[in-house]
Antibody, heavy 118, light 106 residues
Framework: QVQLQESGPGLVKPSQTLSLTCTVS??????????WSWIRQPAGKGLEWIGR???????NYNPSLKSRVTISINTSKNQFSLKLSSVTAADTAVYYC??????????WGQGTLVTVSS | SYELTQALSVSVALGQTARITCGGN??????VHWYQQKPGQAPVLVIY???NRPSGIPERFSGSNSGNTATLTISRAQAGDEADYSC?????????FGGGTKLTVL
């Protein structure tokens, strides 16, 4: 069974770049059956999809975040990563990585809280 | 951009049937997926492609989708079903989530 684990700094200063990595275990990120997404959830609010990456390296991003987001994949490390630039307090949230086989998110990481504060 | 509308909260008596709706323009033409999220935990897929249950999800969970409304139905509600439920679709290569509905089991 596929397992995902987010890692990265829990505190980021305003205007800096948030960087997170998701490590996939229990299966190969290159299997071709999945695409790999980042999703976030501010405290007390709903889920917001950030974007996804395919094993080819191609990406789709949420239009509302597109100008600030980069998602990449490293098949040799079985990882994919998120970079969100120019962060503000509004980017404070629990960030999840997730996999999707047929357009639904069937495996999720446990989530990691990222706080934007000076 | 496409929007999904969910009620903030729904209450159901123990053992009764809960219905949680997700509204969207012509949502019946899309595949709708539902997630359950308990406090402090990651979401869990409970229904995919409108009405399909992943393995391990009780038969009490069912889904339907038509017109402008998709519905998640939880029969014989249990205390353990108390959670937030979110619907999700894809629109123009973008995943869209509803705001989530908090289910309270009385």
């Amino acid at each position: 069974q596929v397992q995902l684990q987010e890692s990265g700094p829990g505190l980021v200063k305003p205007s800096q770049t948030l960087s997170l990595t998701c490590t996939v275990s229990g299966g190969s990120i290159s299997s071709g059956s999945y695409d790999w997404s980042w999703i976030r959830q501010p405290a007390g609010k709903g889920l917001e999809w950030i974007g996804r990456v395919y094993i080819s390296g191609s990406t789709n991003y949420n239009p509302s975040l597109k100008s600030r987001v980069t998602i990449s994949i490293n098949t040799s490390k079985n990882q994919f990563s998120l970079k969100l630039s120019s962060v503000t307090a509004a980017d404070t949230a629990v960030y999840y990585c997730a996999s999707a086989a047929e357009y639904y998110f069937d495996y999720w990481g446990q989530g990691t809280l990222v706080t934007v504060s000076s | 951009s496409y929007e999904l509308t969910q009620a903030l909260s729904v209450s159901v008596a123990l053992g009764q049937t809960a219905r949680i709706t997700c509204g969207g323009n012509n949502i019946g033409s899309k595949n709708v997926h539902w997630y359950q999220q308990k406090p402090g935990q990651a979401p869990v897929l409970v229904i995919y492609r409108d009405s399909n249950r992943p393995s391990g999800i009780p038969e009490r969970f069912s889904g339907s989708n038509s017109g402008n409304t998709a519905t998640l139905t939880i029969s014989r509600a249990q205390a353990g079903d108390e959670a937030d439920y979110s619907c999700q679709v894809w629109d123009s290569s973008t995943a869209v989530f509803g705001g989530g509905t908090k289910l309270t089991v009385l």
